[in-house]
């Protein structure tokens, strides 16, 4: 079984930054891609940012320039520097994963999410 468990949310200012973590573990073989969505109240989920294997990153527009994806792979952690955050960026922030586990199944994974509260 894998597992996603994302940390660093909590309540910050306009103008401050946060730093999320995603720590994937169980029977991973490969990871193709890992990335972050977020979900405000009453509306969907949506993309915030991804990376690729290959360290291909791809940024919603809203974020771009203000939010840094990276990855570790050596411990399977995924991470989120968000700097310059506004109020809209309010959020509860999901880590996904998906990828191929020890006996060959496709992975979809997501983590439990981590709210992320920017105060004007």
């Known amino acids: 079984q894998v597992q996603l468990v994302e940390s660093g949310g909590g309540l910050v200012q306009a103008g401050g930054s946060v730093r999320l973590s995603c720590a994937a573990s169980?029977?991973?073989?490969?990871?193709?891609?890992m990335g972050w969505y977020r979900q405000a109240p009453g509306n969907q989920r949506e993309l915030v940012a991804t990376?690729?294997?290959?360290?291909?990153?791809t940024y919603a527009d809203s974020v771009k320039g203000r939010f840094t994806i990276s990855r570790d792979n050596a411990k399977n952690t995924l991470y989120l520097q968000m700097n310059s955050l506004k109020p809209e960026d309010t959020a509860v922030y999901y880590c996904?994963?998906?990828?191929?586990?020890?006996?060959?199944?496709?992975?979809?994974?997501w983590g439990q999410g981590t709210l992320v509260t920017v105060s004007s």
């Open positions: 990376v690729t294997r290959s360290s291909s990153t």
């Open positions: 996904n994963l998906n990828g191929y586990d020890t006996v060959g199944r496709y992975l979809q994974v």
């Open positions: 169980g029977s991973i073989f490969s990871i193709n891609r």
